[in-house]
């Protein structure tokens, strides 16, 4: 009986003193079992969107960064340029931002500062602060104030708007705005 009461008292001392060895910093515990980023760069970057094997978009970047997590994000911090082609693959509008994010999950783009659509065919202008693309439905949207120059008005939309990609057409929350008119065009 002796040696099992001895057994039992080292087991007990070694389990204690692995107990209290084990006490681990919960920052280092962090490191270990924290979620984890792979960050990839690219340089001078130029992509192309095709659909229906058919080339819609080109895009070019000074710089992009590929972020791989369970909700994998391409960013574009220094600016980027985008030309639509219609299915002639002639250029009918083009996109500028100082930066833009593409939610790969999401098939979205959201776009900020300094962002300026132009239409190449009849050559409206759009500026906003921020803008989303939407590559599935091919619509482009804000909720903020908007800004849109064509060749006889000048529109202001306070509240954002929603648009065609191609900016063939758009719908304007809360639009003012400064129209051009002939002297004889009133009664």
Known sequence: MKSAAKYFLAVLLLGCFFIYACENDPKEFEKFT???TAVEEAKQV???LSQDGKVKAKLTAPFMLRHITDSTFVEFPNTLHVDFFNDTLAVESQLDALYGKYREWEKKVYLRDSVRVINKINGDTLYSPDLWWDQQTQKIYTDK???IYTRDKIIFGQYG???AQDFSEYVINSAAGT???K???FP
């Open 34 to 36: 924290g979620k984890k």
């Open 46 to 48: 130029q992509s192309f």
């Open 145 to 147: 104030p908007v800004r």
């Open 161 to 163: 708007l929603t648009a």
């Open 179 to 181: 129209l051009l008119m």
């Open 183 to 185: 002297k004889d065009s």
